[in-house]
Every structure is written in C-alpha cells, then in structure tokens.
C-alpha cells in the first residue's frame, strides 16, 4: 500500500483522506490550523456523488444526515410567492460533514500547525516542509488546502484568485426566533429573491448539535451583492482600522457594515429576509473568486478541491466536486499505483471538469451584470423559474460528458 501526505484538513482533505485510508493506503493530514475547524462553514447542498463518497468512507448516510426539502420558491420584495417548482434535496451543513469525516478517521493521521514552507520530489518520491522543522515524505502528495493554497502557490504561483466584483453575506438563523410569516412562507423550503443587481438564496439546515428536529433547525442564507474593489477594503477593515486582505474573521467584522447590511436588508429585501438578518447573531460574508487552473498534476504532487478550482457558489457544488476528485484520486491509484502516471491520469479526466464548473459558475452568476438585470425587469417570474432551476442542482454527469 502506498504513503500518501494530504496538505489541507478541512472538507476535501479529509475525504481523501478517508477515503485512501478505507482503501488501506498510510495516510497523513496536514493542516495548518490549530484546533478544530468547526464553524467555519454554514450550509451544503448534497449531491449524488457527495452521498457516495461517504458510503466509500464507510459512513452511515441516513435520515439524520440533513434537512430534506422539496420545493423552491422565489418572493417578490413584498414578500409575495411569485414563482415555485418542485425539486427535492437534502440539505446539510459544513459542521455535520466536518464531524463525520474527522471522527471517522484515526486522530493519530490527522496533525495540526502544519504551515507548507516548502516542497520536494524526485522519480520515487514527495515531501512537504513545515515552517515548524519538520518534514513528511510519500508516495504522492496530495494538496486540498484551499482558496489561497500554499502548495499551488509553490507550484503555479500565476493562479491567483480573481475578485468576481460582488460579496456574499452569510448566516444562520435559529428556527425558534422566526415569527410566523417566515416559518410559513421561507423556512420550509430552498427560498429565493431576486432584487436588482442581487440575489439571496437560503435554506433550512440543522441546528446546534446538528438538529434536525422541527423548532431546532436553522435557516442559511446567501445574499450575494456587488461590491466594488474600493467596498471590499472597506469591508476588510474592522472598527479599530485594522485591514486582511486576505479575508476578514467573522468576529472582526466591522459593527458598522454589520448596521448598513441589516439597514439594506430592511429596504432592499422581502420581509422574511431582512428578519432573517436582522435576527442572526453572526452575519458574516465572503469575498467570491474564482480560481482557474490549466494544470493540476506535478509530477507526484497533486491539487484537488479548492485549491485546483474555485467556482462561485452558485453551483453549490464545492464540497461535490471535492468528494469527486478524491474518489478520482483513489481509482487512478488503485490503477496505475501511487505515481506520477496516476496524477497524470488524474489531470486528464478532473481538470475539464473543474474548467467546465468555472464557466457554469460564471455563467450563474450573469445576474449580476448590467444585461442580467435589464432582464428582471422584463420577465422577473420567468428569470426566477430559471433561476430556482440552474442553481445548486446536481449536473456532474453532464460536466463528465461534455
């Protein structure tokens, strides 16, 4: 069996490292972060092939998996249903498939305070130097540390990722705190607005403790917001003038942005929405790139997940995608060994897919555009039937064959 070192322990990570380790494979994780990652997600929608990566981990996926809803619906900014359809889905949460995954793999392979500072290969073999001293040699190196990879960094240092021009706020909100009006008419279902030049998405998901249980769920919300480069530093700097360029902590969010969205919300949004935010503790967002790569096999190091590829979250399908290439990883091995042939491999069938995903996130995202918006106004009901049915919808199998 082979030695794998995986850099990145969060979601993508630890699939594969679940999933080589089921395989019977030696594997170590390396994340740079001490403690635990807990709270750094919110909501997921579920896909086929999530569902089956966590079979092939050896997880038990049942009904307490996430909160199943059936039907989607889209409100005008008076809080009116003006379109629906019926799809249904499961939807998760980032904290459940966190704790399934890093519970389901021995602690001893997973250690923390692992910051890349360096990388070696050769003909039989990869390394990873730390900034601590140490070092891990494998078969392979596998790289799924995210937007900002270290490793992709080292070894594509021309893909950066690129400002998409618009912000998405973010939150959950307790189920008990929800008046009437938005328990009847949003929290049941994956709800959608669409004012203009904006769009806010959300759904039910489970409460602390992962709680499916009706009156102890949550509701995620999306609100995603054009945001200019000059907004975005405001954005980036908390109230005592410190600036992260590199993304802001929720906790560091100035309470200052955090008064202005909830005042848009109140003006901008159907009712339900704007309590949604204005009865959520911490309402945090994220800057959306996008994050393109011509190549992901180098030699026997390899990138996966976010650090390959980063779709805007329209297509809701990040962690699928993550779940996907791991399980590519692990046949490529179970083929062709653990070498530089399998990364080969690997590229050749997971880097179209990741391009084609890009340009259906792009693609989703057109309502954020001059053009986008001239067409709500002509046909809002029939954007937002589109819309409903485009977004966070599984389409891997047609990624896979076009």
Not at 124 to 149: F, K, M, P, W
Not at 212 to 234: C, M
Not at 345 to 356: C, D, H, N, S, W
Request: glycine share 8%; aromatic share 8%; with cysteine.
């Amino acid at each position: 069996m082979a030695k794998i070192i995986i850099v990145g322990g969060s979601l993508g990570g630890l699939f594969a490292a679940n999933l080589l380790h089921h395989r019977g494979h030696e594997v170590t994780v390396l994340e740079k972060v001490v403690g635990s990652l807990d709270g750094r997600g919110a909501g997921i929608v579920t896909h086929p092939s999530l569902m089956q990566a966590l079979t092939l981990c050896g997880i038990k996926t049942d009904n307490n998996i996430g909160v199943p809803v059936d039907r989607r619906v889209t409100l005008d900014q008076l809080g009116n249903d003006i379109a629906e359809m019926t799809l249904p889905q499961i939807l998760t949460s980032w904290s459940k498939l966190y704790h399934l995954l890093k519970e389901n793999l021995p602690s001893h392979l997973y250690l923390d305070g692992k910051s890349v500072k360096a990388l070696d290969q050769d003909d039989n073999s990869s390394t990873v130097h730390c900034e601590d001293g140490t070092s891990y040699t494998g078969d392979l190196v596998i790289a799924s540390d995210g937007l900002r990879s270290s490793v992709r960094n080292l070894l594509a240092p021309d893909v950066v990722p690129e400002y998409a021009g618009y912000v998405a706020w973010r939150g959950v909100c307790d189920e008990h705190l929800l008046s009437k009006l938005s328990l009847t008419t949003l929290f049941e279902t994956f709800g959608f607005g669409l004012p203009p030049g904006e769009q806010i998405l959300g759904y039910p998901v489970a409460g602390s403790n992962n709680n499916i249980q009706p009156g102890f769920r949550r509701y995620n919300f999306v609100w995603y917001r054009k945001t200019s480069d000059a907004e975005l530093i405001d954005l980036l700097t908390d109230a005592d003038g410190n600036y992260y360029p590199q993304g802001i902590s929720p906790i560091k969010v100035s309470w200052r942005n955090l008064a202005k969205i909830r005042d848009a919300a109140r003006k901008t949004l159907a009712p339900q929405w704007a309590e949604l935010l204005e009865k959520t503790a911490l309402v945090f967002f994220q800057a959306i790139y996008d994050v393109y790569s011509e190549k992901i096999a180098f030699h026997r190091i390899g990138l996966m997940g976010d650090a390959s590829f980063v779709a805007r979250p329209h297509v809701g399908m990040g962690v699928s995608k993550a779940a996907e290439d791991a399980m590519c990883i692990c046949d490529v091995i179970d083929q062709y060994g653990a070498n530089a042939e399998a990364l080969r491999a690997y590229e050749k069938i997971r880097l179209p897919v990741g391009q084609r995903v890009i340009e259906r996130a792009r693609y989703l995202g057109e309502y954020m555009t001059e053009q986008g918006q001239e067409e709500l106004k002509k046909d809002l009901p029939g954007i937002a039937k589109r819309v409903m049915l485009e977004t966070a919808v599984d389409i891997s199998k047609q990624l896979q064959e076009a």
